[in-house]
């Protein structure tokens, strides 16, 4: 819908004069709230929870909003870039639980905390790997690939622990979940580097501009030499590997290997890209918009907390916000069309 | 006085903001006539159109039907005026069946409520003979050519009574065989009384078809006039503002050696042996009708299919195109015949437009990190060079008139310094002002000595720009043809397999 309606616009706007000028056919506040409009649903947001919840704005509630969203938010800045090719992963979630499982099995093994945490990396991004293959050169579709992924996965993640929590009072790398780095949670710096580093890959690299051009038009990607399949893999392998590394972190928090950790968690991933207005037909879409994405959510989950609203209440008013702001994103572009 | 007419428009202004798309202008369209509709792309037709369907109202000014003046709302509004439109993009569902479409939002009903197959059959029967049957009802649209479907988009309109049709480009995409059914249908309706708006590039069409000629320029009225009263060459230059006699301006090039060479190239299926030599400095003109393969035989030099038969030589040496940036570092370049679906990112800027290609993105980036200089040189270069109307590199490619996204998608290939550019249908859908620019750069090109293959269905183009023809019918070869012996003539015999000495 978003795709078609602007098409159109820009087309009579194009051929109203050939030469148009730059968004022509928007006026500036259409054009505003399209760059800075999610922004100011998170700043609304904060202000609302501030007034109505006692403590929000506390420097560590602040924190704590946080650290609660960088779990989501990292599964989110993977997702981003395989929605961006016109694909979904819906293995992330289980993914995550694996890759935890098998960090916390690598220190029971005896190995040193590096080798954990890279290992739990691996392993989320060799399954990324084995997602990516399978949709890019059997061309099966994403959905349905990374669906098995999602109910295999998690078997595996049972089968490694014998389905009870695998518990490690001495986790050597339990700073990843609980430590401060320069008095920042470290999940919420972990956050941080890999938000920076998807922005500066899909904006300043070679890689970047492909998975645009494959998202936007796979035909002519291929047609301009693009590696579509090959890229197409590499995407999968990130998505894979920011659900690793989600999977540390989970594992470091709680100090134990879940079976049942990250359930679900796919869905809060797609509602955070798509809150951030990326385009679930590609080629539209940002890491910096996700990252607002799943503030949003993160924020919207500690306020209710706070405000001690039961948690049956908690996820009607959750489902219905994703709905309302995608609405509210549609809304705009009807005007325009 | 007279009757009123069908369709009037008087005043009509619409502005988008920043464009103003259509200014102070006069309509007039009678029952049992065709009305063409003339002007490059940005002249203000498709605003026009979009008024007529009832997706914009006109800012200031009066449309009448019959003499009352009415204001089309919405879609569904133009259709209970009797107005309707056919679009380039057919409006049907291709996975529903013949009868089934022509049925859609209004399917009759049995007395207990559920769908009345058997009438909708007969119903299908009755429209489709409305517009001269031979359509299997049964048919699933998909499976159709696009002239059949149009067809029964046209029954469909029929059957909802319209009066006015509008058609906007309805031969693009058809087949010789299907446009003549298509001109005899349009004159059928005429004869029935209906009004028709045809939008059309072609001036052939507009000349077999027309009662009445109307050209826009700007978003202004430029005139209406019967078509006996009018030259091919003023309509030309009522459109432009500017006379363009000189368009094609062809001078004979000198041919260098052979820079590729193709021995017995085929898909295995039903495309090649072909043999085809393209010389440094030509333009190799390759004519055929639609079906022919002539798509297929550019996209098996590109590396866009698989060569099955045969071999390839670039340069003097032997290629193998596994895939198309093979054939992109050996230096050929490709430009499909469908720039919105096979070449262009409409949402990425005119900047990333001309540097993405496999082998472009490799010459802008060190170890996979774009320089964000080398990519403003190179951008900078071809927008220049190409004389690409925009306000900056940085404008979306869709916002876009058509001409000028041809040109990011020939600068696309000329920053990579082709020695082989493989161009398809390079000027469809272009208006006269840039197709007159794309044959300057075309023919810069051959002057630099790059190897040009030239595919093209428009045949004063095709004779007018290219130093020799190749024809392919059924897949291979029929005839080559020196820039002398290539007439519109020798070109439809050999196309169409009637020449005696066609191969």
């Given at each position: 819908m978003t795709e078609t309606s602007r098409a159109d616009e820009s087309a009579s706007a194009a051929d109203a004069g050939a030469i148009a000028p730059p968004r022509a056919g928007r006026p500036r506040f259409a054009r505003m709230w399209d760059r800075y409009g999610i922004l100011g649903v998170l700043v609304l947001m904060i202000v609302l929870m501030a007034v109505l919840a006692p403590n929000f704005l506390s420097f560590d509630n602040v924190f704590n909003v946080a650290r609660a969203a960088s779990i989501n938010a990292i599964l989110a800045a993977g997702m981003t870039l395989v929605i961006l090719t016109r694909g979904i992963d819906l293995s992330v979630g289980s993914n995550l639980a694996v890759c935890g499982i098998v960090s916390v099995l690598l220190w029971t093994s005896g190995m040193p905390s590096v080798v954990c945490v890279l290992g739990g990396i691996a392993v989320g991004a060799a399954f990324g790997l084995l997602s990516g293959a399978l949709i890019a050169y059997l061309a099966l579709p994403a959905f349905i690939v990374t669906l098995g992924g999602l109910t295999y996965l998690r078997g595996t993640a049972y089968l490694l622990t014998d389905g009870q929590p695998l518990i490690a009072d001495d986790l050597g790398f339990r700073l990843m979940g609980s430590g401060f780095f320069a008095g920042v949670?470290?999940?919420?710096?972990?956050?941080?580097?890999?938000?920076?580093?998807?922005?500066?890959?899909?904006?300043?690299?070679?890689?970047?501009?492909?998975?645009?051009?494959?998202?936007?038009?796979?035909?002519?990607?291929?047609?301009?030499?693009?590696?579509?399949?090959?890229?197409?893999?590499?995407?999968?392998?990130?998505?894979?590997?920011?659900?690793?590394?989600?999977?540390?972190?989970?594992?470091?928090r709680v100090m134990s290997g879940q079976p049942t950790a990250g359930e679900t968690y796919e869905l809060d991933a797609i509602a955070a890209v798509v809150l951030g207005g990326t385009s679930l037909m590609g080629g539209i879409g940002s890491v910096q918009r996700t990252l607002i994405g799943a503030m949003i959510m993160g924020v919207l989950s500690n306020g209710l907390l706070l405000m001690n609203v039961p948690y049956f209440y908690q996820l009607i008013i959750k489902g219905a916000v994703i709905v309302l702001a995608v609405a509210i994103d549609s809304l705009k572009n009807w005007k325009r069309a | 006085m007279s009757t009123p007419p069908l369709l009037r428009m008087s005043g009509v202004s619409k502005a988008f903001p920043g464009v103003q798309a259509l200014t102070d202008v006069e309509f007039e369209l009678h029952a049992g006539e065709i009305h063409a509709l003339m002007g490059e792309n940005g002249a203000g037709k498709s605003t026009l159109i979009k008024m007529l369907a009832g997706v914009h109202t006109p800012d200031v000014g009066t449309v009448e039907l019959d003499g009352r003046p009415v204001s089309i709302t919405t879609p569904q509004h133009a259709v209970d005026l009797g107005i309707a439109v056919i679009h380039q993009e057919l409006n049907l569902a291709p996975n529903l069946t013949v009868a089934q479409n022509l049925a859609l939002g209004r399917e009759p009903r049995t007395r207990v409520g559920t769908l009345d197959r058997k009438r909708i059959q007969r119903d299908?029967?009755?429209?489709?003979?409305?517009?001269?049957?031979?359509?299997?009802?049964?048919?699933?649209?998909?499976?159709?050519?696009?002239?059949?479907?149009?067809?029964?988009?046209?029954?469909?309109?029929?059957?909802?009574?319209?009066?006015?049709?509008?058609?906007?480009?309805?031969?693009?995409?058809?087949?010789?065989?299907?446009?003549?059914?298509?001109?005899s249908l349009v004159e059928e309706m005429r004869d029935q009384g209906m009004g028709l708006l045809y939008i059309s590039h072609r001036m052939e069409e507009v000349y077999r078809l027309a009662d009445r000629i109307t050209v826009f320029r700007d978003g202004h009225w430029v005139g209406t006039s019967p078509r006996a009263e009018l030259e091919p060459q003023d309509i030309v230059t009522r459109m432009v503002g500017r006379d363009l006699s000189d368009l094609y301006a062809h001078e004979p090039h000198t041919p260098g050696e052979a820079m590729l060479e193709a021995e017995g190239i085929g898909d295995g299926a039903g495309i090649g042996p072909l043999d085809l030599t393209l010389r440094a400095g030509e333009i190799v003109g390759l004519g055929g009708l639609i079906g022919a393969g002539r798509t297929e035989a550019a996209q098996l030099i590109f590396g866009a299919e698989r060569i099955r038969t045969g071999r390839l030589r670039i340069g003097g040496q032997a290629v193998d195109h596994r895939s198309p940036i093979d054939a992109i570092r050996n230096g050929v370049g490709y430009v499909p015949e469908s720039r919105k679906e096979q070449a262009l990112f409409l949402e990425m800027s005119i900047r990333d437009n001309v540097v993405t290609t496999g082998l472009g993105l490799d010459q802008v980036s060190d170890f996979g990190v774009l320089r964000s200089g080398r990519i403003s040189q190179r951008v900078a270069a071809q927008v220049d060079a190409l004389r690409v109307r925009c306000s900056s590199a940085l404008q979306r490619v869709a916002e876009l008139s058509g001409g000028n996204q041809q040109k990011v998608v020939l600068g696309r290939w000329l920053a990579i310094a082709p020695r082989v550019l493989l161009l398809d249908e390079p000027t469809r859908g272009v208006d006269i002002g840039a197709k007159q620019e794309i044959y300057r750069i075309i023919d810069r090109l051959a002057r630099d000595g790059v190897a040009v293959l030239l595919i093209s269905s428009d045949l004063p183009e095709l004779l007018g720009v290219s130093d020799r023809v190749l024809v392919m019918r059924n897949g291979s070869i029929a005839a080559e043809l020196s820039r002398e012996e290539a007439t519109e003539e020798t070109v439809m015999l050999h196309a169409t397999g009637v020449a005696a000495g066609s191969r």
């Open positions: 949670p470290v999940p919420v710096v972990l956050m941080l580097a890999v938000f920076a580093l998807l922005w500066f890959v899909l904006r300043h690299t070679r890689f970047g501009t492909q998975v645009y051009a494959i998202g936007g038009n796979p035909e002519a990607a291929r047609l301009a030499g693009i590696k579509v399949k090959w890229t197409l893999v590499r995407v999968y392998v990130i998505a894979g590997a920011c659900a690793g590394l989600a999977g540390v972190i989970f594992s470091a | 299908a029967v009755a429209k489709l003979d409305r517009v001269g049957g031979g359509i299997d009802p049964d048919a699933v649209l998909g499976t159709l050519s696009v002239g059949m479907q149009q067809v029964v988009e046209i029954a469909r309109a029929v059957a909802q009574n319209a009066r006015v049709l509008v058609l906007d480009e309805p031969t693009a995409a058809l087949s010789e065989t299907e446009a003549q059914r298509l001109f």
